[in-house]
């Protein structure tokens, strides 16, 4: 729990105390009225239930399908602090309405007032993530984002744990919850007043209140950068999961397993529980970076536990609901507790990345109208996800069947999205390796800069030495190889992958070697990182080669700064050279030793020679040691 040091810091506990409250006061109002149609009223049929709590869930998702395009054009052209007073005002008015609608127990109107409070959350939407760039530094992102996540989990469970308290209160539940749910609006109120400033990226920006035309323009945004669009296509999906297990599951424990709802708090406690945990375990695992490469595993898990619940269900239910000790007490719904937590673990796994990949990569002034966009696409799932249900359990459908379908459903769409999207296979394969195959131990890489064009020179040991660098250095590089490096079988996905710039010697081919340096300036325009290994080949006994011309080349054409890298702890390994051919042993040596990526001080651009380059990268090396 690296990032736990944010709630320190006046930059980002107000807004976390703002959005967490939010969240709290939704899921007290919205999971009090869900157990009270569930539990609470003997007048209502399983039938009934299944209709209403469905209907309440479509009512409260609806707005983020309607608003979150204005939402996201406020967020791009107001500044943020103020823009969040402002809806929590809405908030305060709200939840006033909410209240007395709850103490006259009048259903219609409870029901009705989901779509408000639904419309109030769809404003906060954008704003909310669009804000965590603003005033987190890129190695923080990925933790942010896991608070959020888990803050939003755990007030889904204490909004639960209080609806279902404060509402069994014999004659004065209605009353006390009335009080609750206004007295959060107000310190969500007081909390966001200490939120500092962060500045309008597009104070310019006229607002359109046509929706589809905003629709249309927001997916126009988000699609420019396609890993961009088709994370946002993920994260919908993970929410049409999301709403379909919480919808369902007051009436699964119920009906199906036979619970009451104390079950129902536990199984939502664990799966928040989980969530939160898989959400930390993400940011240690990823190294602080965004790495998307545990999106697949994420999304592995979510099958396996998804449809394991099926054939954990047994379909038996007694007369009576059991009490925690009670269900718990069976050896079989043990393995439903498990289901249920590593649901949300490995949702931490996929979403939190995701998010991250969203905002990280997302065009600074057209930030929020792509969350904006990401927003109206998730309602979108939800509804679906909602109809889905209905239509799936009046055809008969049990809701344990409608897991399982939703499971299988999920391998689907996750080798849909990633054969589209080739990098988040890319970079699992290359997160496998440096975190399963080797140890590895980064030393200085703050030196790097976290911003604009430079150039990073390395090494050559063998034939992964891209794919080391690629998954411990945060910024993504485009790295230059030799071309019969770059066409190596199964290597060749990843570095096409990574957008790798093949090149050849004059000798070999002087087009794809003028190609080469082209493609080279570009990306430094572009304010991107490129790789190069000046040796032009992997070493065949270990020391250091003399350097090649092309790194001169490439910053006379843009003088950049220039940062030496050294590898150690390769060199006799599966992949180098010291045995004669790599990767061609039938026992592979060296997997699962300790190896080490340095980095040297900055060079800049007018100071760079490849006396000075071997110099530095030989002193990182300890007299040419690999």
């Known amino acids: ?25 939704d899921n007290l109002y919205k999971n009090g009225l869900t157990v009270f149609i569930a539990f ?33 054009q406020l967020a791009d052209k107001y500044e943020k602090a103020w823009l969040i007073r402002r809806i929590k005002v809405l908030e305060i008015i709200i939840m006033f309405m909410a209240g007395l609608a709850f103490h006259y127990q009048n ?42 996540s888990f803050g939003t989990f755990v007030a889904i469970l204490l909004g639960l ?116 945990a898989g959400s930390f375990l993400c940011e240690k695992l990823s190294g602080r970076i965004v790495e998307i490469g545990l999106v697949p595993i994420g999304s592995l898990g979510l099958t396996l536990f998804g449809m394991d619940f099926y054939f954990t269900h047994m379909g038996v239910v007694g007369a009576e609901l059991m009490e925690p000790a009670e269900f718990m007490g069976q050896s079989h719904n043990i393995r439903v507790l498990v289901d249920v937590f590593m649901l949300g673990a490995f949702g931490g796994f996929y979403i939190v990345p995701l998010y991250a990949l969203v905002q990280s990569r997302s065009e600074v002034n057209k930030r929020a109208r792509i969350i904006a966009a990401n927003n109206v696409l998730n309602a979108l799932f939800m509804v679906l996800a909602t109809v889905f249900s209905l239509f799936a359990l009046a055809a008969g459908l049990n809701i344990a069947g409608l897991f399982l379908v939703i499971a299988l459903m999920n391998i689907a769409v996750a080798m849909w999205i990633f054969t589209l999207v080739p990098e988040f296979f890319m970079r699992l394969l290359v997160w496998l390796l440096i975190h399963l195959i080797y140890r590895v131990k980064k030393t200085n890489l703050s030196n790097i800069p976290d911003k604009g064009a430079c150039i990073l020179v390395c ?9 080391i660098l690629a998954g411990c250095v945060r910024r993504p590089i485009r790295f230059v190889m030799d071309y019969n490096i770059y066409q190596k079988p199964v290597l060749s996905f990843i570095f096409k992958t990574a957008r790798a710039i093949p090149i050849a010697s004059v000798v070999d081919d002087p087009v794809m070697l003028k190609r080469a340096f082209e493609e080279v300036s570009k990306a430094l325009e572009d304010g991107e990182v490129v790789c190069i290994f000046p040796e032009g080949k992997i070493t065949r006994d270990g020391r250091l080669s003399a350097f090649k011309r092309g790194v001169l080349k490439m910053v006379e054409n843009n003088p950049v700064p220039v940062v030496p890298l050294a590898l150690k702890g390769l060199w006799g390994s599966f992949f180098s050279r010291r045995y004669g051919r790599a990767m061609s042993q039938w026992f592979p040596r060296g997997f699962f030793n300790r190896i080490e990526l340095l980095a040297g ?3 800049p651009a007018q100071q760079v020679t490849l006396e000075k380059l071997e110099f530095e990268i030989k002193e990182l090396l300890g007299m040419r040691e690999v």
Do not use: C
């Open 1 to 25: 729990m690296q990032s736990i040091h944010l709630l320190g810091k006046q930059r980002f506990l107000p807004f976390f105390l703002t959005q967490f409250l939010g969240a709290l006061n």
């Open 40 to 72: 609470m009223s003997a007048s209502i049929s399983q039938a009934e239930s299944n209709h209403l709590v469905n209907i309440a869930a479509g009512l409260f998702i609806l707005p983020f399908f309607l608003f979150s395009v204005i939402a996201g």
């Open 107 to 148: 259903m219609t109107l409870l029901i009705a007032l989901l779509f408000l409070m639904g419309t109030q959350s769809a404003l906060f939407g954008p704003v909310k993530y669009s804000l965590l760039p603003q005033v987190l530094k890129e190695e923080e992102l990925v933790g942010g984002n896991a608070l959020v």
């Open 161 to 276: 744990i209080a609806g279902v308290l404060i509402t069994s209160i014999e004659q004065t539940g209605t009353y006390w919850l009335s009080l609750a749910v206004l007295s959060m609006a107000i310190l969500g109120f007081l909390s966001s007043l200490r939120i500092p400033t962060a500045p309008a990226p597009a104070p310019e920006l006229n607002i359109d209140f046509h929706l589809l035309r905003q629709v249309k323009e927001s997916f126009h945004h988000a699609r420019v950068n396609q890993t961009v669009f088709y994370s946002i296509m993920g994260i919908s999906w993970f929410w049409f999961l999301g709403i379909t297990y919480v919808t369902q599951l007051p009436n699964f424990v119920r009906y199906e397993l036979g619970g009451n709802e104390q079950v129902y708090v536990i199984l939502l406690a664990l799966f928040s529980i989980g969530i939160g």
């Open 459 to 467: 090494n050559h040991v063998s034939f992964i030495d891209a794919l």
């Open 601 to 603: 001080s900055l060079i």
